[in-house]
């Protein structure tokens, strides 16, 4: 009996002229969403602790939230590794040898630490909260309080005491722990973009401004997925108020000051990132035709030619120079604000589409091409980890987090 | 109440630290261990290096055939250790390439992907046998994050089939296309040079296979070894040196057109 | 109360702790840095030597010579010298024992990897072996009816 063959990446790569035998599209979708995933995790910590570190108190609604949404990130930012690896079950392997040479030992370490310092962060904001919730619960009987005043009393690890002195120690901690997570959550997306910028094989990876368009374009990323979810939360809470005592009431226009409020200052750090982001990666287009290596020929055949609309007409033109005009017109309004924000996150992915499967499109032998096709009706295990449906659990997963964690730890009072 | 739970936490934790510390020193400090780092893994005195000289190669690919039968590569994966390409330049200077099945089945068809090139516009017409560089400075290895590929003592570099975890990094981190995926064991593959046969004083399967002398397999520490006075004597070239990896297969007859 | 603030410091201690214990019983003993460098030669020591005990198939001519000695030397004093046995009979392993006897490849395909004529200039080295063009020569027929392999000058009867 011939055991079933798979050539990975057989299935969604064509190949036209010369292409190297053992050549295919290995890293697919989950390798998009990987780095699309982190940035939006370091993204958002970065804006939580934009209030926390430097007291933008214009930011001080969001940063609660954010803060508690790079929680819901965290373990997404893991799943399309898992999804992608040939041998998922081994994946833990990388904490217990972890060969330092390769900037993907450092995932396990840099990951630890920093979910470490996100869950300490909340676990000093939400501490009061805890306790307060282990005396409200008290006197509830139901089986879902108790084990709501069992999971407090867990996490709580013990520690009661809320005289005003150690609340202060609370808002301290909360302020050194988001200054440490500024610069480690730039380390782990940074090093995404050196996974990516190190590999001196590929023509297209290997700059050293990989790192830092990464972490650029991450931080783009994760403010507008912030906005965007405060958006959403926000008229559902506006909705519910118009249900609830029509559509002139007071608490509808107070939500509907304070969301454009929130929105009008966030677009502002939005837009500062994202000029940085596409002057660097402007930079590197620049300098790569300019110096001509080897190497420009076929890049200059897959972005010109190969993937023109993709990188363009998708990436720069509708992803990042269209939300960038429509945030810049004056008078922002919601629902210009939501198709920018949009716009915007459908540009981030499209450069790490780009990145990964255009860095792909060429062969090494600087002589072929390979073109990729995302697997969409999944009919093996394969096919559904690497294709659209596998994405597509990826992208759902933190909202379906948030929806549970923040039963525990609300994020959206007006009142905090 | 409160407070005897966090004396109860506090110890146990400092318990559990205490096993762990020396736990931890044992594994990095090991006798065992410090004593195999001054180990090497291969053959003593001993670097293999190869030859392959496209002079003599006429493409009837028996040395893939060889390759895969002996190495378990499923016969009809279009995923191969070695393979041979073809290249045909023409006047204008285009050059056509192929390597359909890696050249498994041989060159017998003078078209190349359906293409018929009018044999007067020929100018040159060559075959290049591929295998693992078996590189000095090897990126596939530097980049796996497990340990799980390695370079021997005596040059080889091999894949732990039981450790790789199958992410991919060594194969996009070669720049000659090497790697790939077993189709059976779903981990990453490699030519080893045929480390079972080389370490028993045999030759590899390609290079007995082959009938014309193309691949030759050597002791490049040996002077009295063929391949290490053909390295030492003739005009030999590698492939992509640009990338630093100083590749230990060497070409007699490259052409500027291979890739 | 004393200070609460390094609580979390104790849960990741902790959580260390665990997978250092678990580390210990996952990790093969003999991993470890086996060379010079923790870049080249970070590996299981054992491996090696799983690589070194992989079955050799293609056993050389010189096993098939013990049984098949008149083949063998026919061969050898003919224009296919240079040809391994065991590229046409397929590879040894433990042959008579297993496989008892080995499949040979009498295809028309075998032959025409070095046969066909491929119209290169003369410094290819393909030009030195005498072509055929496979759609004009006896096209379907299998080149053994007529030409014996062992010893191609000779012309099967």
Known sequence: MTPELFVHGLEWTEKSLYVYPNEFIYWSIQIVMYPYMTGLVAGAFVLSSLYHVFGQQDLKDMARFSLVFSLCLLPVAMMPLQFHLQQPLRGIEVMFTPHFTSAIAAFGIVFSTYAVIVMSEIWFVYRTYFVEQIGELKNDTSAAGSIKRWIYIILALGASDLSDKAVAKDKKAVKILAGIGIPVAGFLHGYAGFIFGSVKANALWMSPLMPVIFIMSAVVSGIALCMLTYIIIMEWKKFQAVLARGKGDETVLLLRGVEMDVMTKTARYLIM?????????????????????????????????????????????????????????????????????????????????????????????????????????????????????????????????FWGINKLLPSLDLKH | MSCSRRKFLKSTLKGTLAASVPLSAFRFLSPAESRAATESTGTPGTRWGFIVDTNKCVGCGFCVKACKKENEVPYDAPVTRTWVERYVVTRDGKDYIDSPMGGRDGFTDPKIRGEEIPPEEITKAF?????????????????????????????????????????????????????????????????????????????????????????????????????????QTQRVAVLKDEYGTKPQVFYIGLDKNVR | ???????????????????????????????????????????????????????????????????????VEAHANSAHAIIQCENCHGPAENHPDNPESLALDTSRELCLRCHADLPYPSSTARNQIPPIDPNKHNPGSACVQCHNPHNPELEVG
């Open chain 1, 273 to 401: 990132f994202l000029v940085a982001a596409i002057s660097l990666e402007m930079l590197d287009l620049i300098f790569r035709g300019y110096t001509a290596m080897k190497s420009w020929d076929i890049l200059r055949s897959v972005m010109f030619h190969e993937d023109f609309v993709k990188i363009f007409v998708l990436q720069y033109g509708l992803g990042n120079l269209v939300p960038f005009i429509m945030l810049l017109i004056p008078g922002l309004t919601i629902r210009r604000t939501v198709i920018a924000l949009c716009l915007v996150l459908f540009g981030v992915f499209m450069m790490r589409w780009n990145v990964v499967i255009g860095g792909q499109a060429f062969s090494l032998s600087f002589a072929g091409f390979m073109h990729y096709h995302l697997p969409i009706i999944p009919h093996n295990l394969e096919t559904f980890k690497e294709g659209l449906f596998g994405a597509l659990t990826v992208a759902a997963t933190p909202f379906v987090l």
């Open chain 3, 1 to 71: 109360m004393k200070n609460h603030v390094l609580r979390p410091l104790w849960v990741v201690l902790g959580a260390i702790a665990l997978l250092l214990l678990v580390r210990y019983f996952m990790v093969p003993a003999d991993f470890g840095v086996h060379g010079e460098s923790f870049k080249l030669s970070f590996h299981r020591l054992s491996n090696v030597d799983d690589w070194r005990n992989f079955t050799v198939k293609y056993k050389g001519n010189t096993l098939c010579i013990e049984c098949h000695e008149e083949n």
């Open chain 2, 127 to 231: 075959f290049v046998p591929k295998l693992c560089n078996q590189c000095e400075n090897p990126p596939c290895v530097q980049v796996c994050p497990v340990g799980a590929t390695y370079q021997t003592g005596d040059g080889v570099v091999l894949v732990d089939r039981s450790w790789c975890i199958g992410c991919g990094y060594c194969i996009m981190a070669c720049p000659y296309g090497v790697r790939f995926f077993h189709p059976v064991y779903r981990v990453a593959e490699k030519c080893t040079f045929c480390y079972h046969r080389i370490s028993k004083g045999m030759k590899t399967a390609c290079v007995d296979a082959c009938p014309f002398g193309a691949r030759q397999i050597g002791n490049l520490l040996d002077p009295e070894d063929p391949v290490a006075q053909i390295v």
